[in-house]
């Protein structure tokens, strides 16, 4: 047995291993109003332990965190593990009202954060209204001890997390957008690791610094944390090799840029290969079609390396793809897929027990206040899958289904969009847009096979939707412009090497193909990663049953499930 030291914001944390089982590691998470000072404002913000981005939490493949979340803040809260698999382990999963009540001011909840296959990074947040703002922070995970990397070990590993930063209370943006029907105020800033950087006079000093020394690689994990847009990033005059997405590995690629999702995580390697210098890193907003407010400035950190010599003043900043170029994003995910080597192997569904196609649209409906329906003509946005608007239960759907009671939840969503039509048309009737409002599951077998297409529609404006599951990584087997072919589409998907990821970007009027085996029972909550598109609806629930084995079946309910 070896004994070793895990630092979490301070608190030192002493933990047994054996050395043949995966380790259990603890952290202490205090929810709390903390005083921070950004563009030149000083606010309080809901943190974790004090710190934005809040800490990182450190494990190997496979190990088990137990983190002990205490909410001495004065809201309800909830966190997520994204992207942890959590296998039989819904009740620690987070999203509010779908596998637990919140946490409320005063309460705990010690949750459970199992890992199993996921290797590489991948981050916790909020999941209860638009906490996630400021409360997250990047899981990293290594390999197991006797392990490696699929590539030479880099010499260092720095968690890079894109984010939002609003002078507003986030509280005040989230209750102001739902009032008006609108869309939502942009945030002021975006920011790497919690600075918008050098272009904003208040936080230039702090500027994030990445020192590096010649000849050698570095690993950034990069986390996309912001909450309604899909970013650019680059470094002036370097090179990235993309490794890993979504905490698995990819077959290696170089690119300038990166485009990433709220949602998504992305490993990449950086050769400190320049004259010595400073350059600019910086991240702006992909906006494609998009309509809707953003920041338009871009934010930055500097990559600087060790040495002496005169540096540029200021330093050079990297080419970054116009807003609205789609071909930039389309063709950076275009070139990640599985490593799917023997190390390393994939098992990609090839027969399919279950097909779903699912709309995801944004809608429009009608309200009758003109104050607050700051939308033309008195209308109000929605969003939809399969034309449903979910509405959020009272008590969590896990524990309805894990008790039995009745009127919670409904077990009708359609595998099937309601109605047929030309989804990505242009002008299409104004009658198709008003969606119904529900609370409706999926049921799946145990260990069933799925497929599921994602089909941007046009009804209101087409726009790209990062989709999220929780529970599973899942593989992308197919995408494309236009609406989906059952029959010629499927014999161009890629059954050989697909990414596995956990959020997927479905293009503007396009749509993507995802294959998973339902093998882990649970309440899993699948939704749009942009924040505003999942305040107007855009989320849906799996239910996958137990298995017959006890081995298949959900874990016992923990005695410390928050109370509704
Ligand atoms: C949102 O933006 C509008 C226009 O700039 C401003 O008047 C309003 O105060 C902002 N709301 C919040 C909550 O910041
Ligand atoms: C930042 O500071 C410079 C120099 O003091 C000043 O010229 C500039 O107007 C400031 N910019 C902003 C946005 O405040
Ligand atoms: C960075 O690249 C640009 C354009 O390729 C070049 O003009 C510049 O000299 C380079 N800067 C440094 C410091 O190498
Ligand atoms: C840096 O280089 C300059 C000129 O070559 C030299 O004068 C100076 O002492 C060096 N400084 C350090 C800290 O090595
Ligand atoms: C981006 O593309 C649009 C449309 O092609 C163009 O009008 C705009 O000038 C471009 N912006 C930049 C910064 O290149
Ligand atoms: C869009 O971005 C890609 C990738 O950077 C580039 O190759 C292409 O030329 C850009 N297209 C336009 C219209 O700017
Ligand atoms: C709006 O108000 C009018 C008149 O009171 C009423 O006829 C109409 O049904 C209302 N519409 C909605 C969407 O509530
Ligand atoms: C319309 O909105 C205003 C401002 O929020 C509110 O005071 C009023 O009660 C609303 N009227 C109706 C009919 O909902
Ligand atoms: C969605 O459902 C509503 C209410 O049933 C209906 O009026 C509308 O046409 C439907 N739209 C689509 C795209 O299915
Ligand atoms: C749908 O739910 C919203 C509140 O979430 C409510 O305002 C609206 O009236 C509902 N629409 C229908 C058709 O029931
Ligand atoms: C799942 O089903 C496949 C055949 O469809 C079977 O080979 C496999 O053993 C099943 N797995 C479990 C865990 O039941
Ligand atoms: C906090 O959560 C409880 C349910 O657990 C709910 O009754 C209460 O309304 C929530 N408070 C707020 C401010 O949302
Ligand atoms: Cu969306």
Redesign the pocket.
């Known amino acids: 047995m070896k004994i070793f030291s895990l630092q979490v914001f301070g608190f030192l944390f002493l933990v047994s291993v054996f050395a043949s089982e995966a380790a259990v590691r603890r952290a202490t998470f205090v929810v709390q109003e903390t005083s921070y000072t950004r563009l030149c404002d000083t606010k309080k913000i809901l943190t974790v332990n004090g710190q934005y981005p809040g800490p990182t939490l450190y494990a190997e493949t496979g190990d088990t965190i137990i983190v002990d979340v205490q909410n001495k803040g004065n809201q309800n809260i909830t966190l997520h593990w994204h992207g942890v698999k959590q296998p039989r382990n819904p009740w620690t999963d987070g999203p509010e009202f779908i596998t637990q009540c919140p946490i409320k001011p005063g309460g705990r909840f010690s949750q459970r954060v199992i890992l199993s296959d996921e290797e590489g990074t991948l981050w916790w947040h909020a999941h209860s209204d638009w906490s996630r703002a400021t409360v997250h922070g990047a899981i990293v995970i290594r390999p197991k001890q006797g392990t490696n990397y699929p590539f030479p070990k880099p010499h260092k590993e720095v968690p890079l997390i894109l984010g939002d930063w609003w002078k507003s209370d986030i509280e005040e943006v989230l209750q102001e957008f739902i009032r008006t029907g609108g869309d939502p105020n942009a945030s002021d800033a975006l920011t790497i690791n919690g600075q918008p950087g050098d272009f904003y006079n208040c936080s230039k000093q702090d500027t994030f610094k990445l020192i590096v020394d010649y000849g050698k690689t570095y690993m950034l994990r990069m986390i996309n944390a912001g909450m309604n847009n899909i970013l650019f990033f680059g470094i002036a005059n370097h090179t990235f090799t993309i490794v890993g997405q979504d905490a698995a590995y990819v077959k290696p690629f170089k690119s300038d840029y990166i485009t990433i999702t709220p949602g998504q995580t992305l490993d990449v390697l950086v050769e400190a290969n320049q004259p010595p210098n400073h350059y600019y890193m910086a991240s702006k907003v992909y906006i494609g079609a998009g309509l809707a407010p953003f920041v338009r400035s871009t934010t930055t950190a500097v990559l600087e390396y060790r040495g002496n010599y005169t540096a540029s003043s200021p330093p050079p900043l990297p080419i970054l793809p116009n807003i609205t170029n789609s071909t930039a994003p389309q063709s950076f995910s275009a070139n990640l897929r599985s490593l799917a080597s023997a190390d390393h192997p994939i098992k990609v569904p090839v027969n399919v027990d279950q097909k779903f196609l699912f709309t995801v649209s944004v809608n429009f409906v009608p309200c009758n206040n003109t104050t607050d329906c700051r939308t033309a003509n008195n209308q109000r946005f929605r969003a939809s899958i399969n034309?449903i608007t979910f509405q959020s239960p009272k008590i969590d759907i896990l524990e309805a289904y894990y008790r039995g009671i009745n009127g919670v939840y409904g077990d009708d969503f359609p595998a099937n969009?309601?109605?047929e039509?030309d989804y990505t048309a242009d002008n299409l009737s104004a009658?198709?847009r008003?969606?119904?409002n529900g609370t409706e599951v999926r049921v799946i077998p145990f260990n069933t096979t799925v497929e599921l297409v994602y089909q941007g529609t046009n009804?209101l404006r087409g726009i790209e939707h990062p989709m999220h599951l929780h529970g599973y990584s899942f593989f992308v087997v197919g995408t494309g412009l236009g609406n989906f072919d059952r029959e010629e589409d499927p014999k161009r998907y890629n059954l050989v090497d697909p990414p596995l990821v956990n959020t997927i970007s479905v293009p503007r009027n396009g749509w993507t193909a995802i294959r998973f085996t339902a093998d882990n029972p649970g309440v899993w909550l699948m939704h749009c990663h942009f924040e505003r598109h999942i305040t107007w609806g855009m989320e849906m629930t799996f239910i996958v049953r137990n298995g017959k084995r006890s081995e298949q079946k959900i874990l016992s309910r923990p005695s410390d499930m928050p109370p509704c």
């Open positions: 034309n969009p309601p109605l039509f009658a198709l008003i969606p119904r009804l």
